[in-house]
């Protein structure tokens, strides 16, 4: 049974360029939410999406976007990207219940440098 | 506001030794949920356990156990016997939940974790 995966692994970006990042959730799972953990920092929330739409937003900017697929699969897009975007990316699926999600699981990360 | 913190920020052990990581939060919510996750360098977060806002009774699973107690707004974790594969980063987070539902929001507080290292 696939967790969930995350690419690309590592990527170095300059500042004002844009950056995508992509998602598998784990099988049977439905919801997606993106978290951004700067060094030495526990992760912050981002989003969550379910049924392609965007259900919760955490503090950041407009430059932060995504986009969630028919298959739940999921993109994380920055635009205009700082030097302070610099952090490993997160995804976390889970399965939606009637009162929110249930358990998170994690992917191993995306590590973003910004230059 | 929510918010948790762990003062914690790095403890080091001698294989074998018993220790325990500290984690305070906040809420105004009457319902909600606790988590423990440990990052290995991997970078995954390792889901170790959640209990909700109304079950206070204290965990067991193999060496690890969990004391939460809402008096203090604590939910400290130990891990007896420690091992060299302990060595990690440990986070406890907060979410709001709607427990009669069984879920959480997904939307987590993490604190800025605590870095074990455990020496053979």
């Known amino acids: 049974d696939a967790g969930v995966t995350q690419s690309p692994t590592h990527l170095i970006k300059t500042r004002g360029q844009q950056v995508t990042l992509r998602c598998s959730p784990k099988s049977g799972h439905d919801t997606v939410s993106w978290y951004q953990q700067a060094l030495g920092q526990g992760p912050q929330f981002i989003f969550q999406?379910?049924?392609?739409?965007?259900?919760q937003r955490g503090n950041f900017p407009d430059r932060f976007s995504g986009h969630q697929f028919p298959n739940y699969s999921s993109e994380l897009n920055v635009n205009a990207l700082l030097l302070g975007d610099s952090a490993l990316y997160l995804c976390a699926s889970s399965f939606w219940t009637g009162g929110g999600t249930g358990e998170l699981f994690f992917g191993e990360g995306s590590r973003l440098t910004v230059l | 506001a929510q918010k948790v913190t762990q003062a914690q920020t790095e403890i080091s052990v001698v294989e074998k030794e018993d220790v325990t990581l500290d984690c305070v939060y906040e809420?105004?919510?009457?319902?909600?949920?606790l988590f423990w996750y440990k990052q290995p360098p991997s970078g995954e977060l390792v889901f170790l356990i959640r209990r909700n806002s109304f079950d206070e009774q204290n965990e067991i699973s193999g060496r690890y156990s969990w004391n939460f107690q809402k008096s203090t707004s604590s939910f400290n974790f130990t891990i007896t016997a420690s091992q060299v594969v302990d060595s990690a980063v440990y986070f406890c987070?907060?979410?709001?939940?709607?427990?009669?539902?069984?879920?959480?929001?997904?939307?987590?507080?993490f604190g800025k974790g605590t870095k074990l290292s455990v020496k053979p």
């Open positions: 987070a907060l979410s709001e939940g709607l427990v009669n539902y069984g879920g959480s929001q997904g939307n987590l507080i």
């Open positions: 999406y379910y049924e392609e739409e965007e259900r």
């Open positions: 809420t105004r919510d009457t319902t909600y949920y």
